[in-house]
């Protein structure tokens, strides 16, 4: 009988890390997502302008987590380069948070999307949202424990994009018969924020590429497979939303989409009835799940490379060769994630616990930037097959994009920005009880 291996090994194509990737930014927020950037853009142009920043911006980060990537290659990603720029204890706070609120927090709320969407194909009652959502959760969770391989992921992936695409044909459909986009019921004012907010949600819209770094160890090609599946995929992601933005404006006009409540809703029943409404219920679970999916796969691997520090916690920091992945971490993280699936049906106020996680976020998203830099001081001899081209330029200007995406999150969130930051504390002080990390 072969023994578990103790560290992932080389495995994985640059393709699949073009789809999980794809499958952790894409998700049910896109449909939501434009008529928030509407309400606060103020124009057309400046709508197509914030997501063409967006995508910028996520470009420069990548570039610069690449490097990174490429340089200090880890199951744990991110978490590991944090650790080596700026110690144990940093390293630590960034896993707890992806562990008790950010990457649970996320498959619990896409798991209410699931329900939300599906007890509308298949009414379940007044608690069929929940029971969707838990049967989701756990059905996805379980999935991951086996070796389900690349084809799986991908076949999600392409329903997902299809389930885009076929906004874009509403959209087309539209404009192909000369109708003019849907008349507003009453002007709307953009939001005080502005141009600052509405690229608080570009950016919330393309979160979660960051989380492909858990994969760093895993992809063959250890030199360039992790830039250029980052540059594709944060590529074809732009030119996606582009389409989806220009979809929604055709069909809907800047005031219908920036006061729309449902704007996808919307524009299918434009272009193809009513009954359309169900292929978008369908359109949207599968963008939801293929953002669970992609979670538990990135989300345990964090997990699974703080707790293999951590003496008491070792049992999750296993990898096990059979199913390729951390099998305990898996588990600990689904049985997080279904608590909070309890605890949103009780007390309805889940999506708060979420959103208020957004300048922690950027917290991290910061540090990882300037880690960079203080790591080409720090390491100089490291071997970098990937640098950042244009540098200090690109991390810089990352740096600074990130800096004033907290301060507007800070402003929109207000309030949350301290519980968030209550969360840190509570992680800080568990790191003595847990005990003195190993080599």
Known sequence: MTEPSAYPVRSLTTRY????????????GIFKSPALVAANAGSETAVYLLWLAGGFISLMGALCYSELAAAFPHAGGDYHFLERAWG????????????????TGAIALLGFVIGDYMNRVIDLGAHGPAIYAFASVLGLSALKLRPTGEAGDSGLVIILVVGLLVLVAAGAKIA????????????????????????VFVLLAFGGWTESATLSSEVKDGERGMVRALVIAISLITGLYLLTAWAMLRGLGLDGLAGADAPAADLMALAFGESAGVVLALAVVAAAVTSVNATIIVGARTTYAAAARLPALSWLGRWNETTRSPRNAILAQGAISLALVGFGAAYRGFETLVDYTAPVYWVFLIASGMALIRLRMKEPAAARPFRVPLYPLVPALFILSSGAMLVSAILYVQGGAFFGLGVLVAGLALLPVLGRSGR
């Not at 890390?17 to 049910?28: E, L, P, S």
């Not at 000369?178 to 939001?191: D, E, F, V, W």
């Open 176 to 199: 192909l018969s000369g109708t003019p986009p849907l008349a507003p019921g009453a002007p709307y004012m953009p939001g005080f924020g502005g141009i600052g907010y509405g690229l």
């Open 88 to 103: 144990r204890r940093f390293a630590f706070l960034f896993a707890w948070a992806r562990f008790a609120v950010i990457n």
């Open 17 to 28: 890390v073009v789809v999980v990737t794809i499958a952790m930014v894409i998700g049910a």
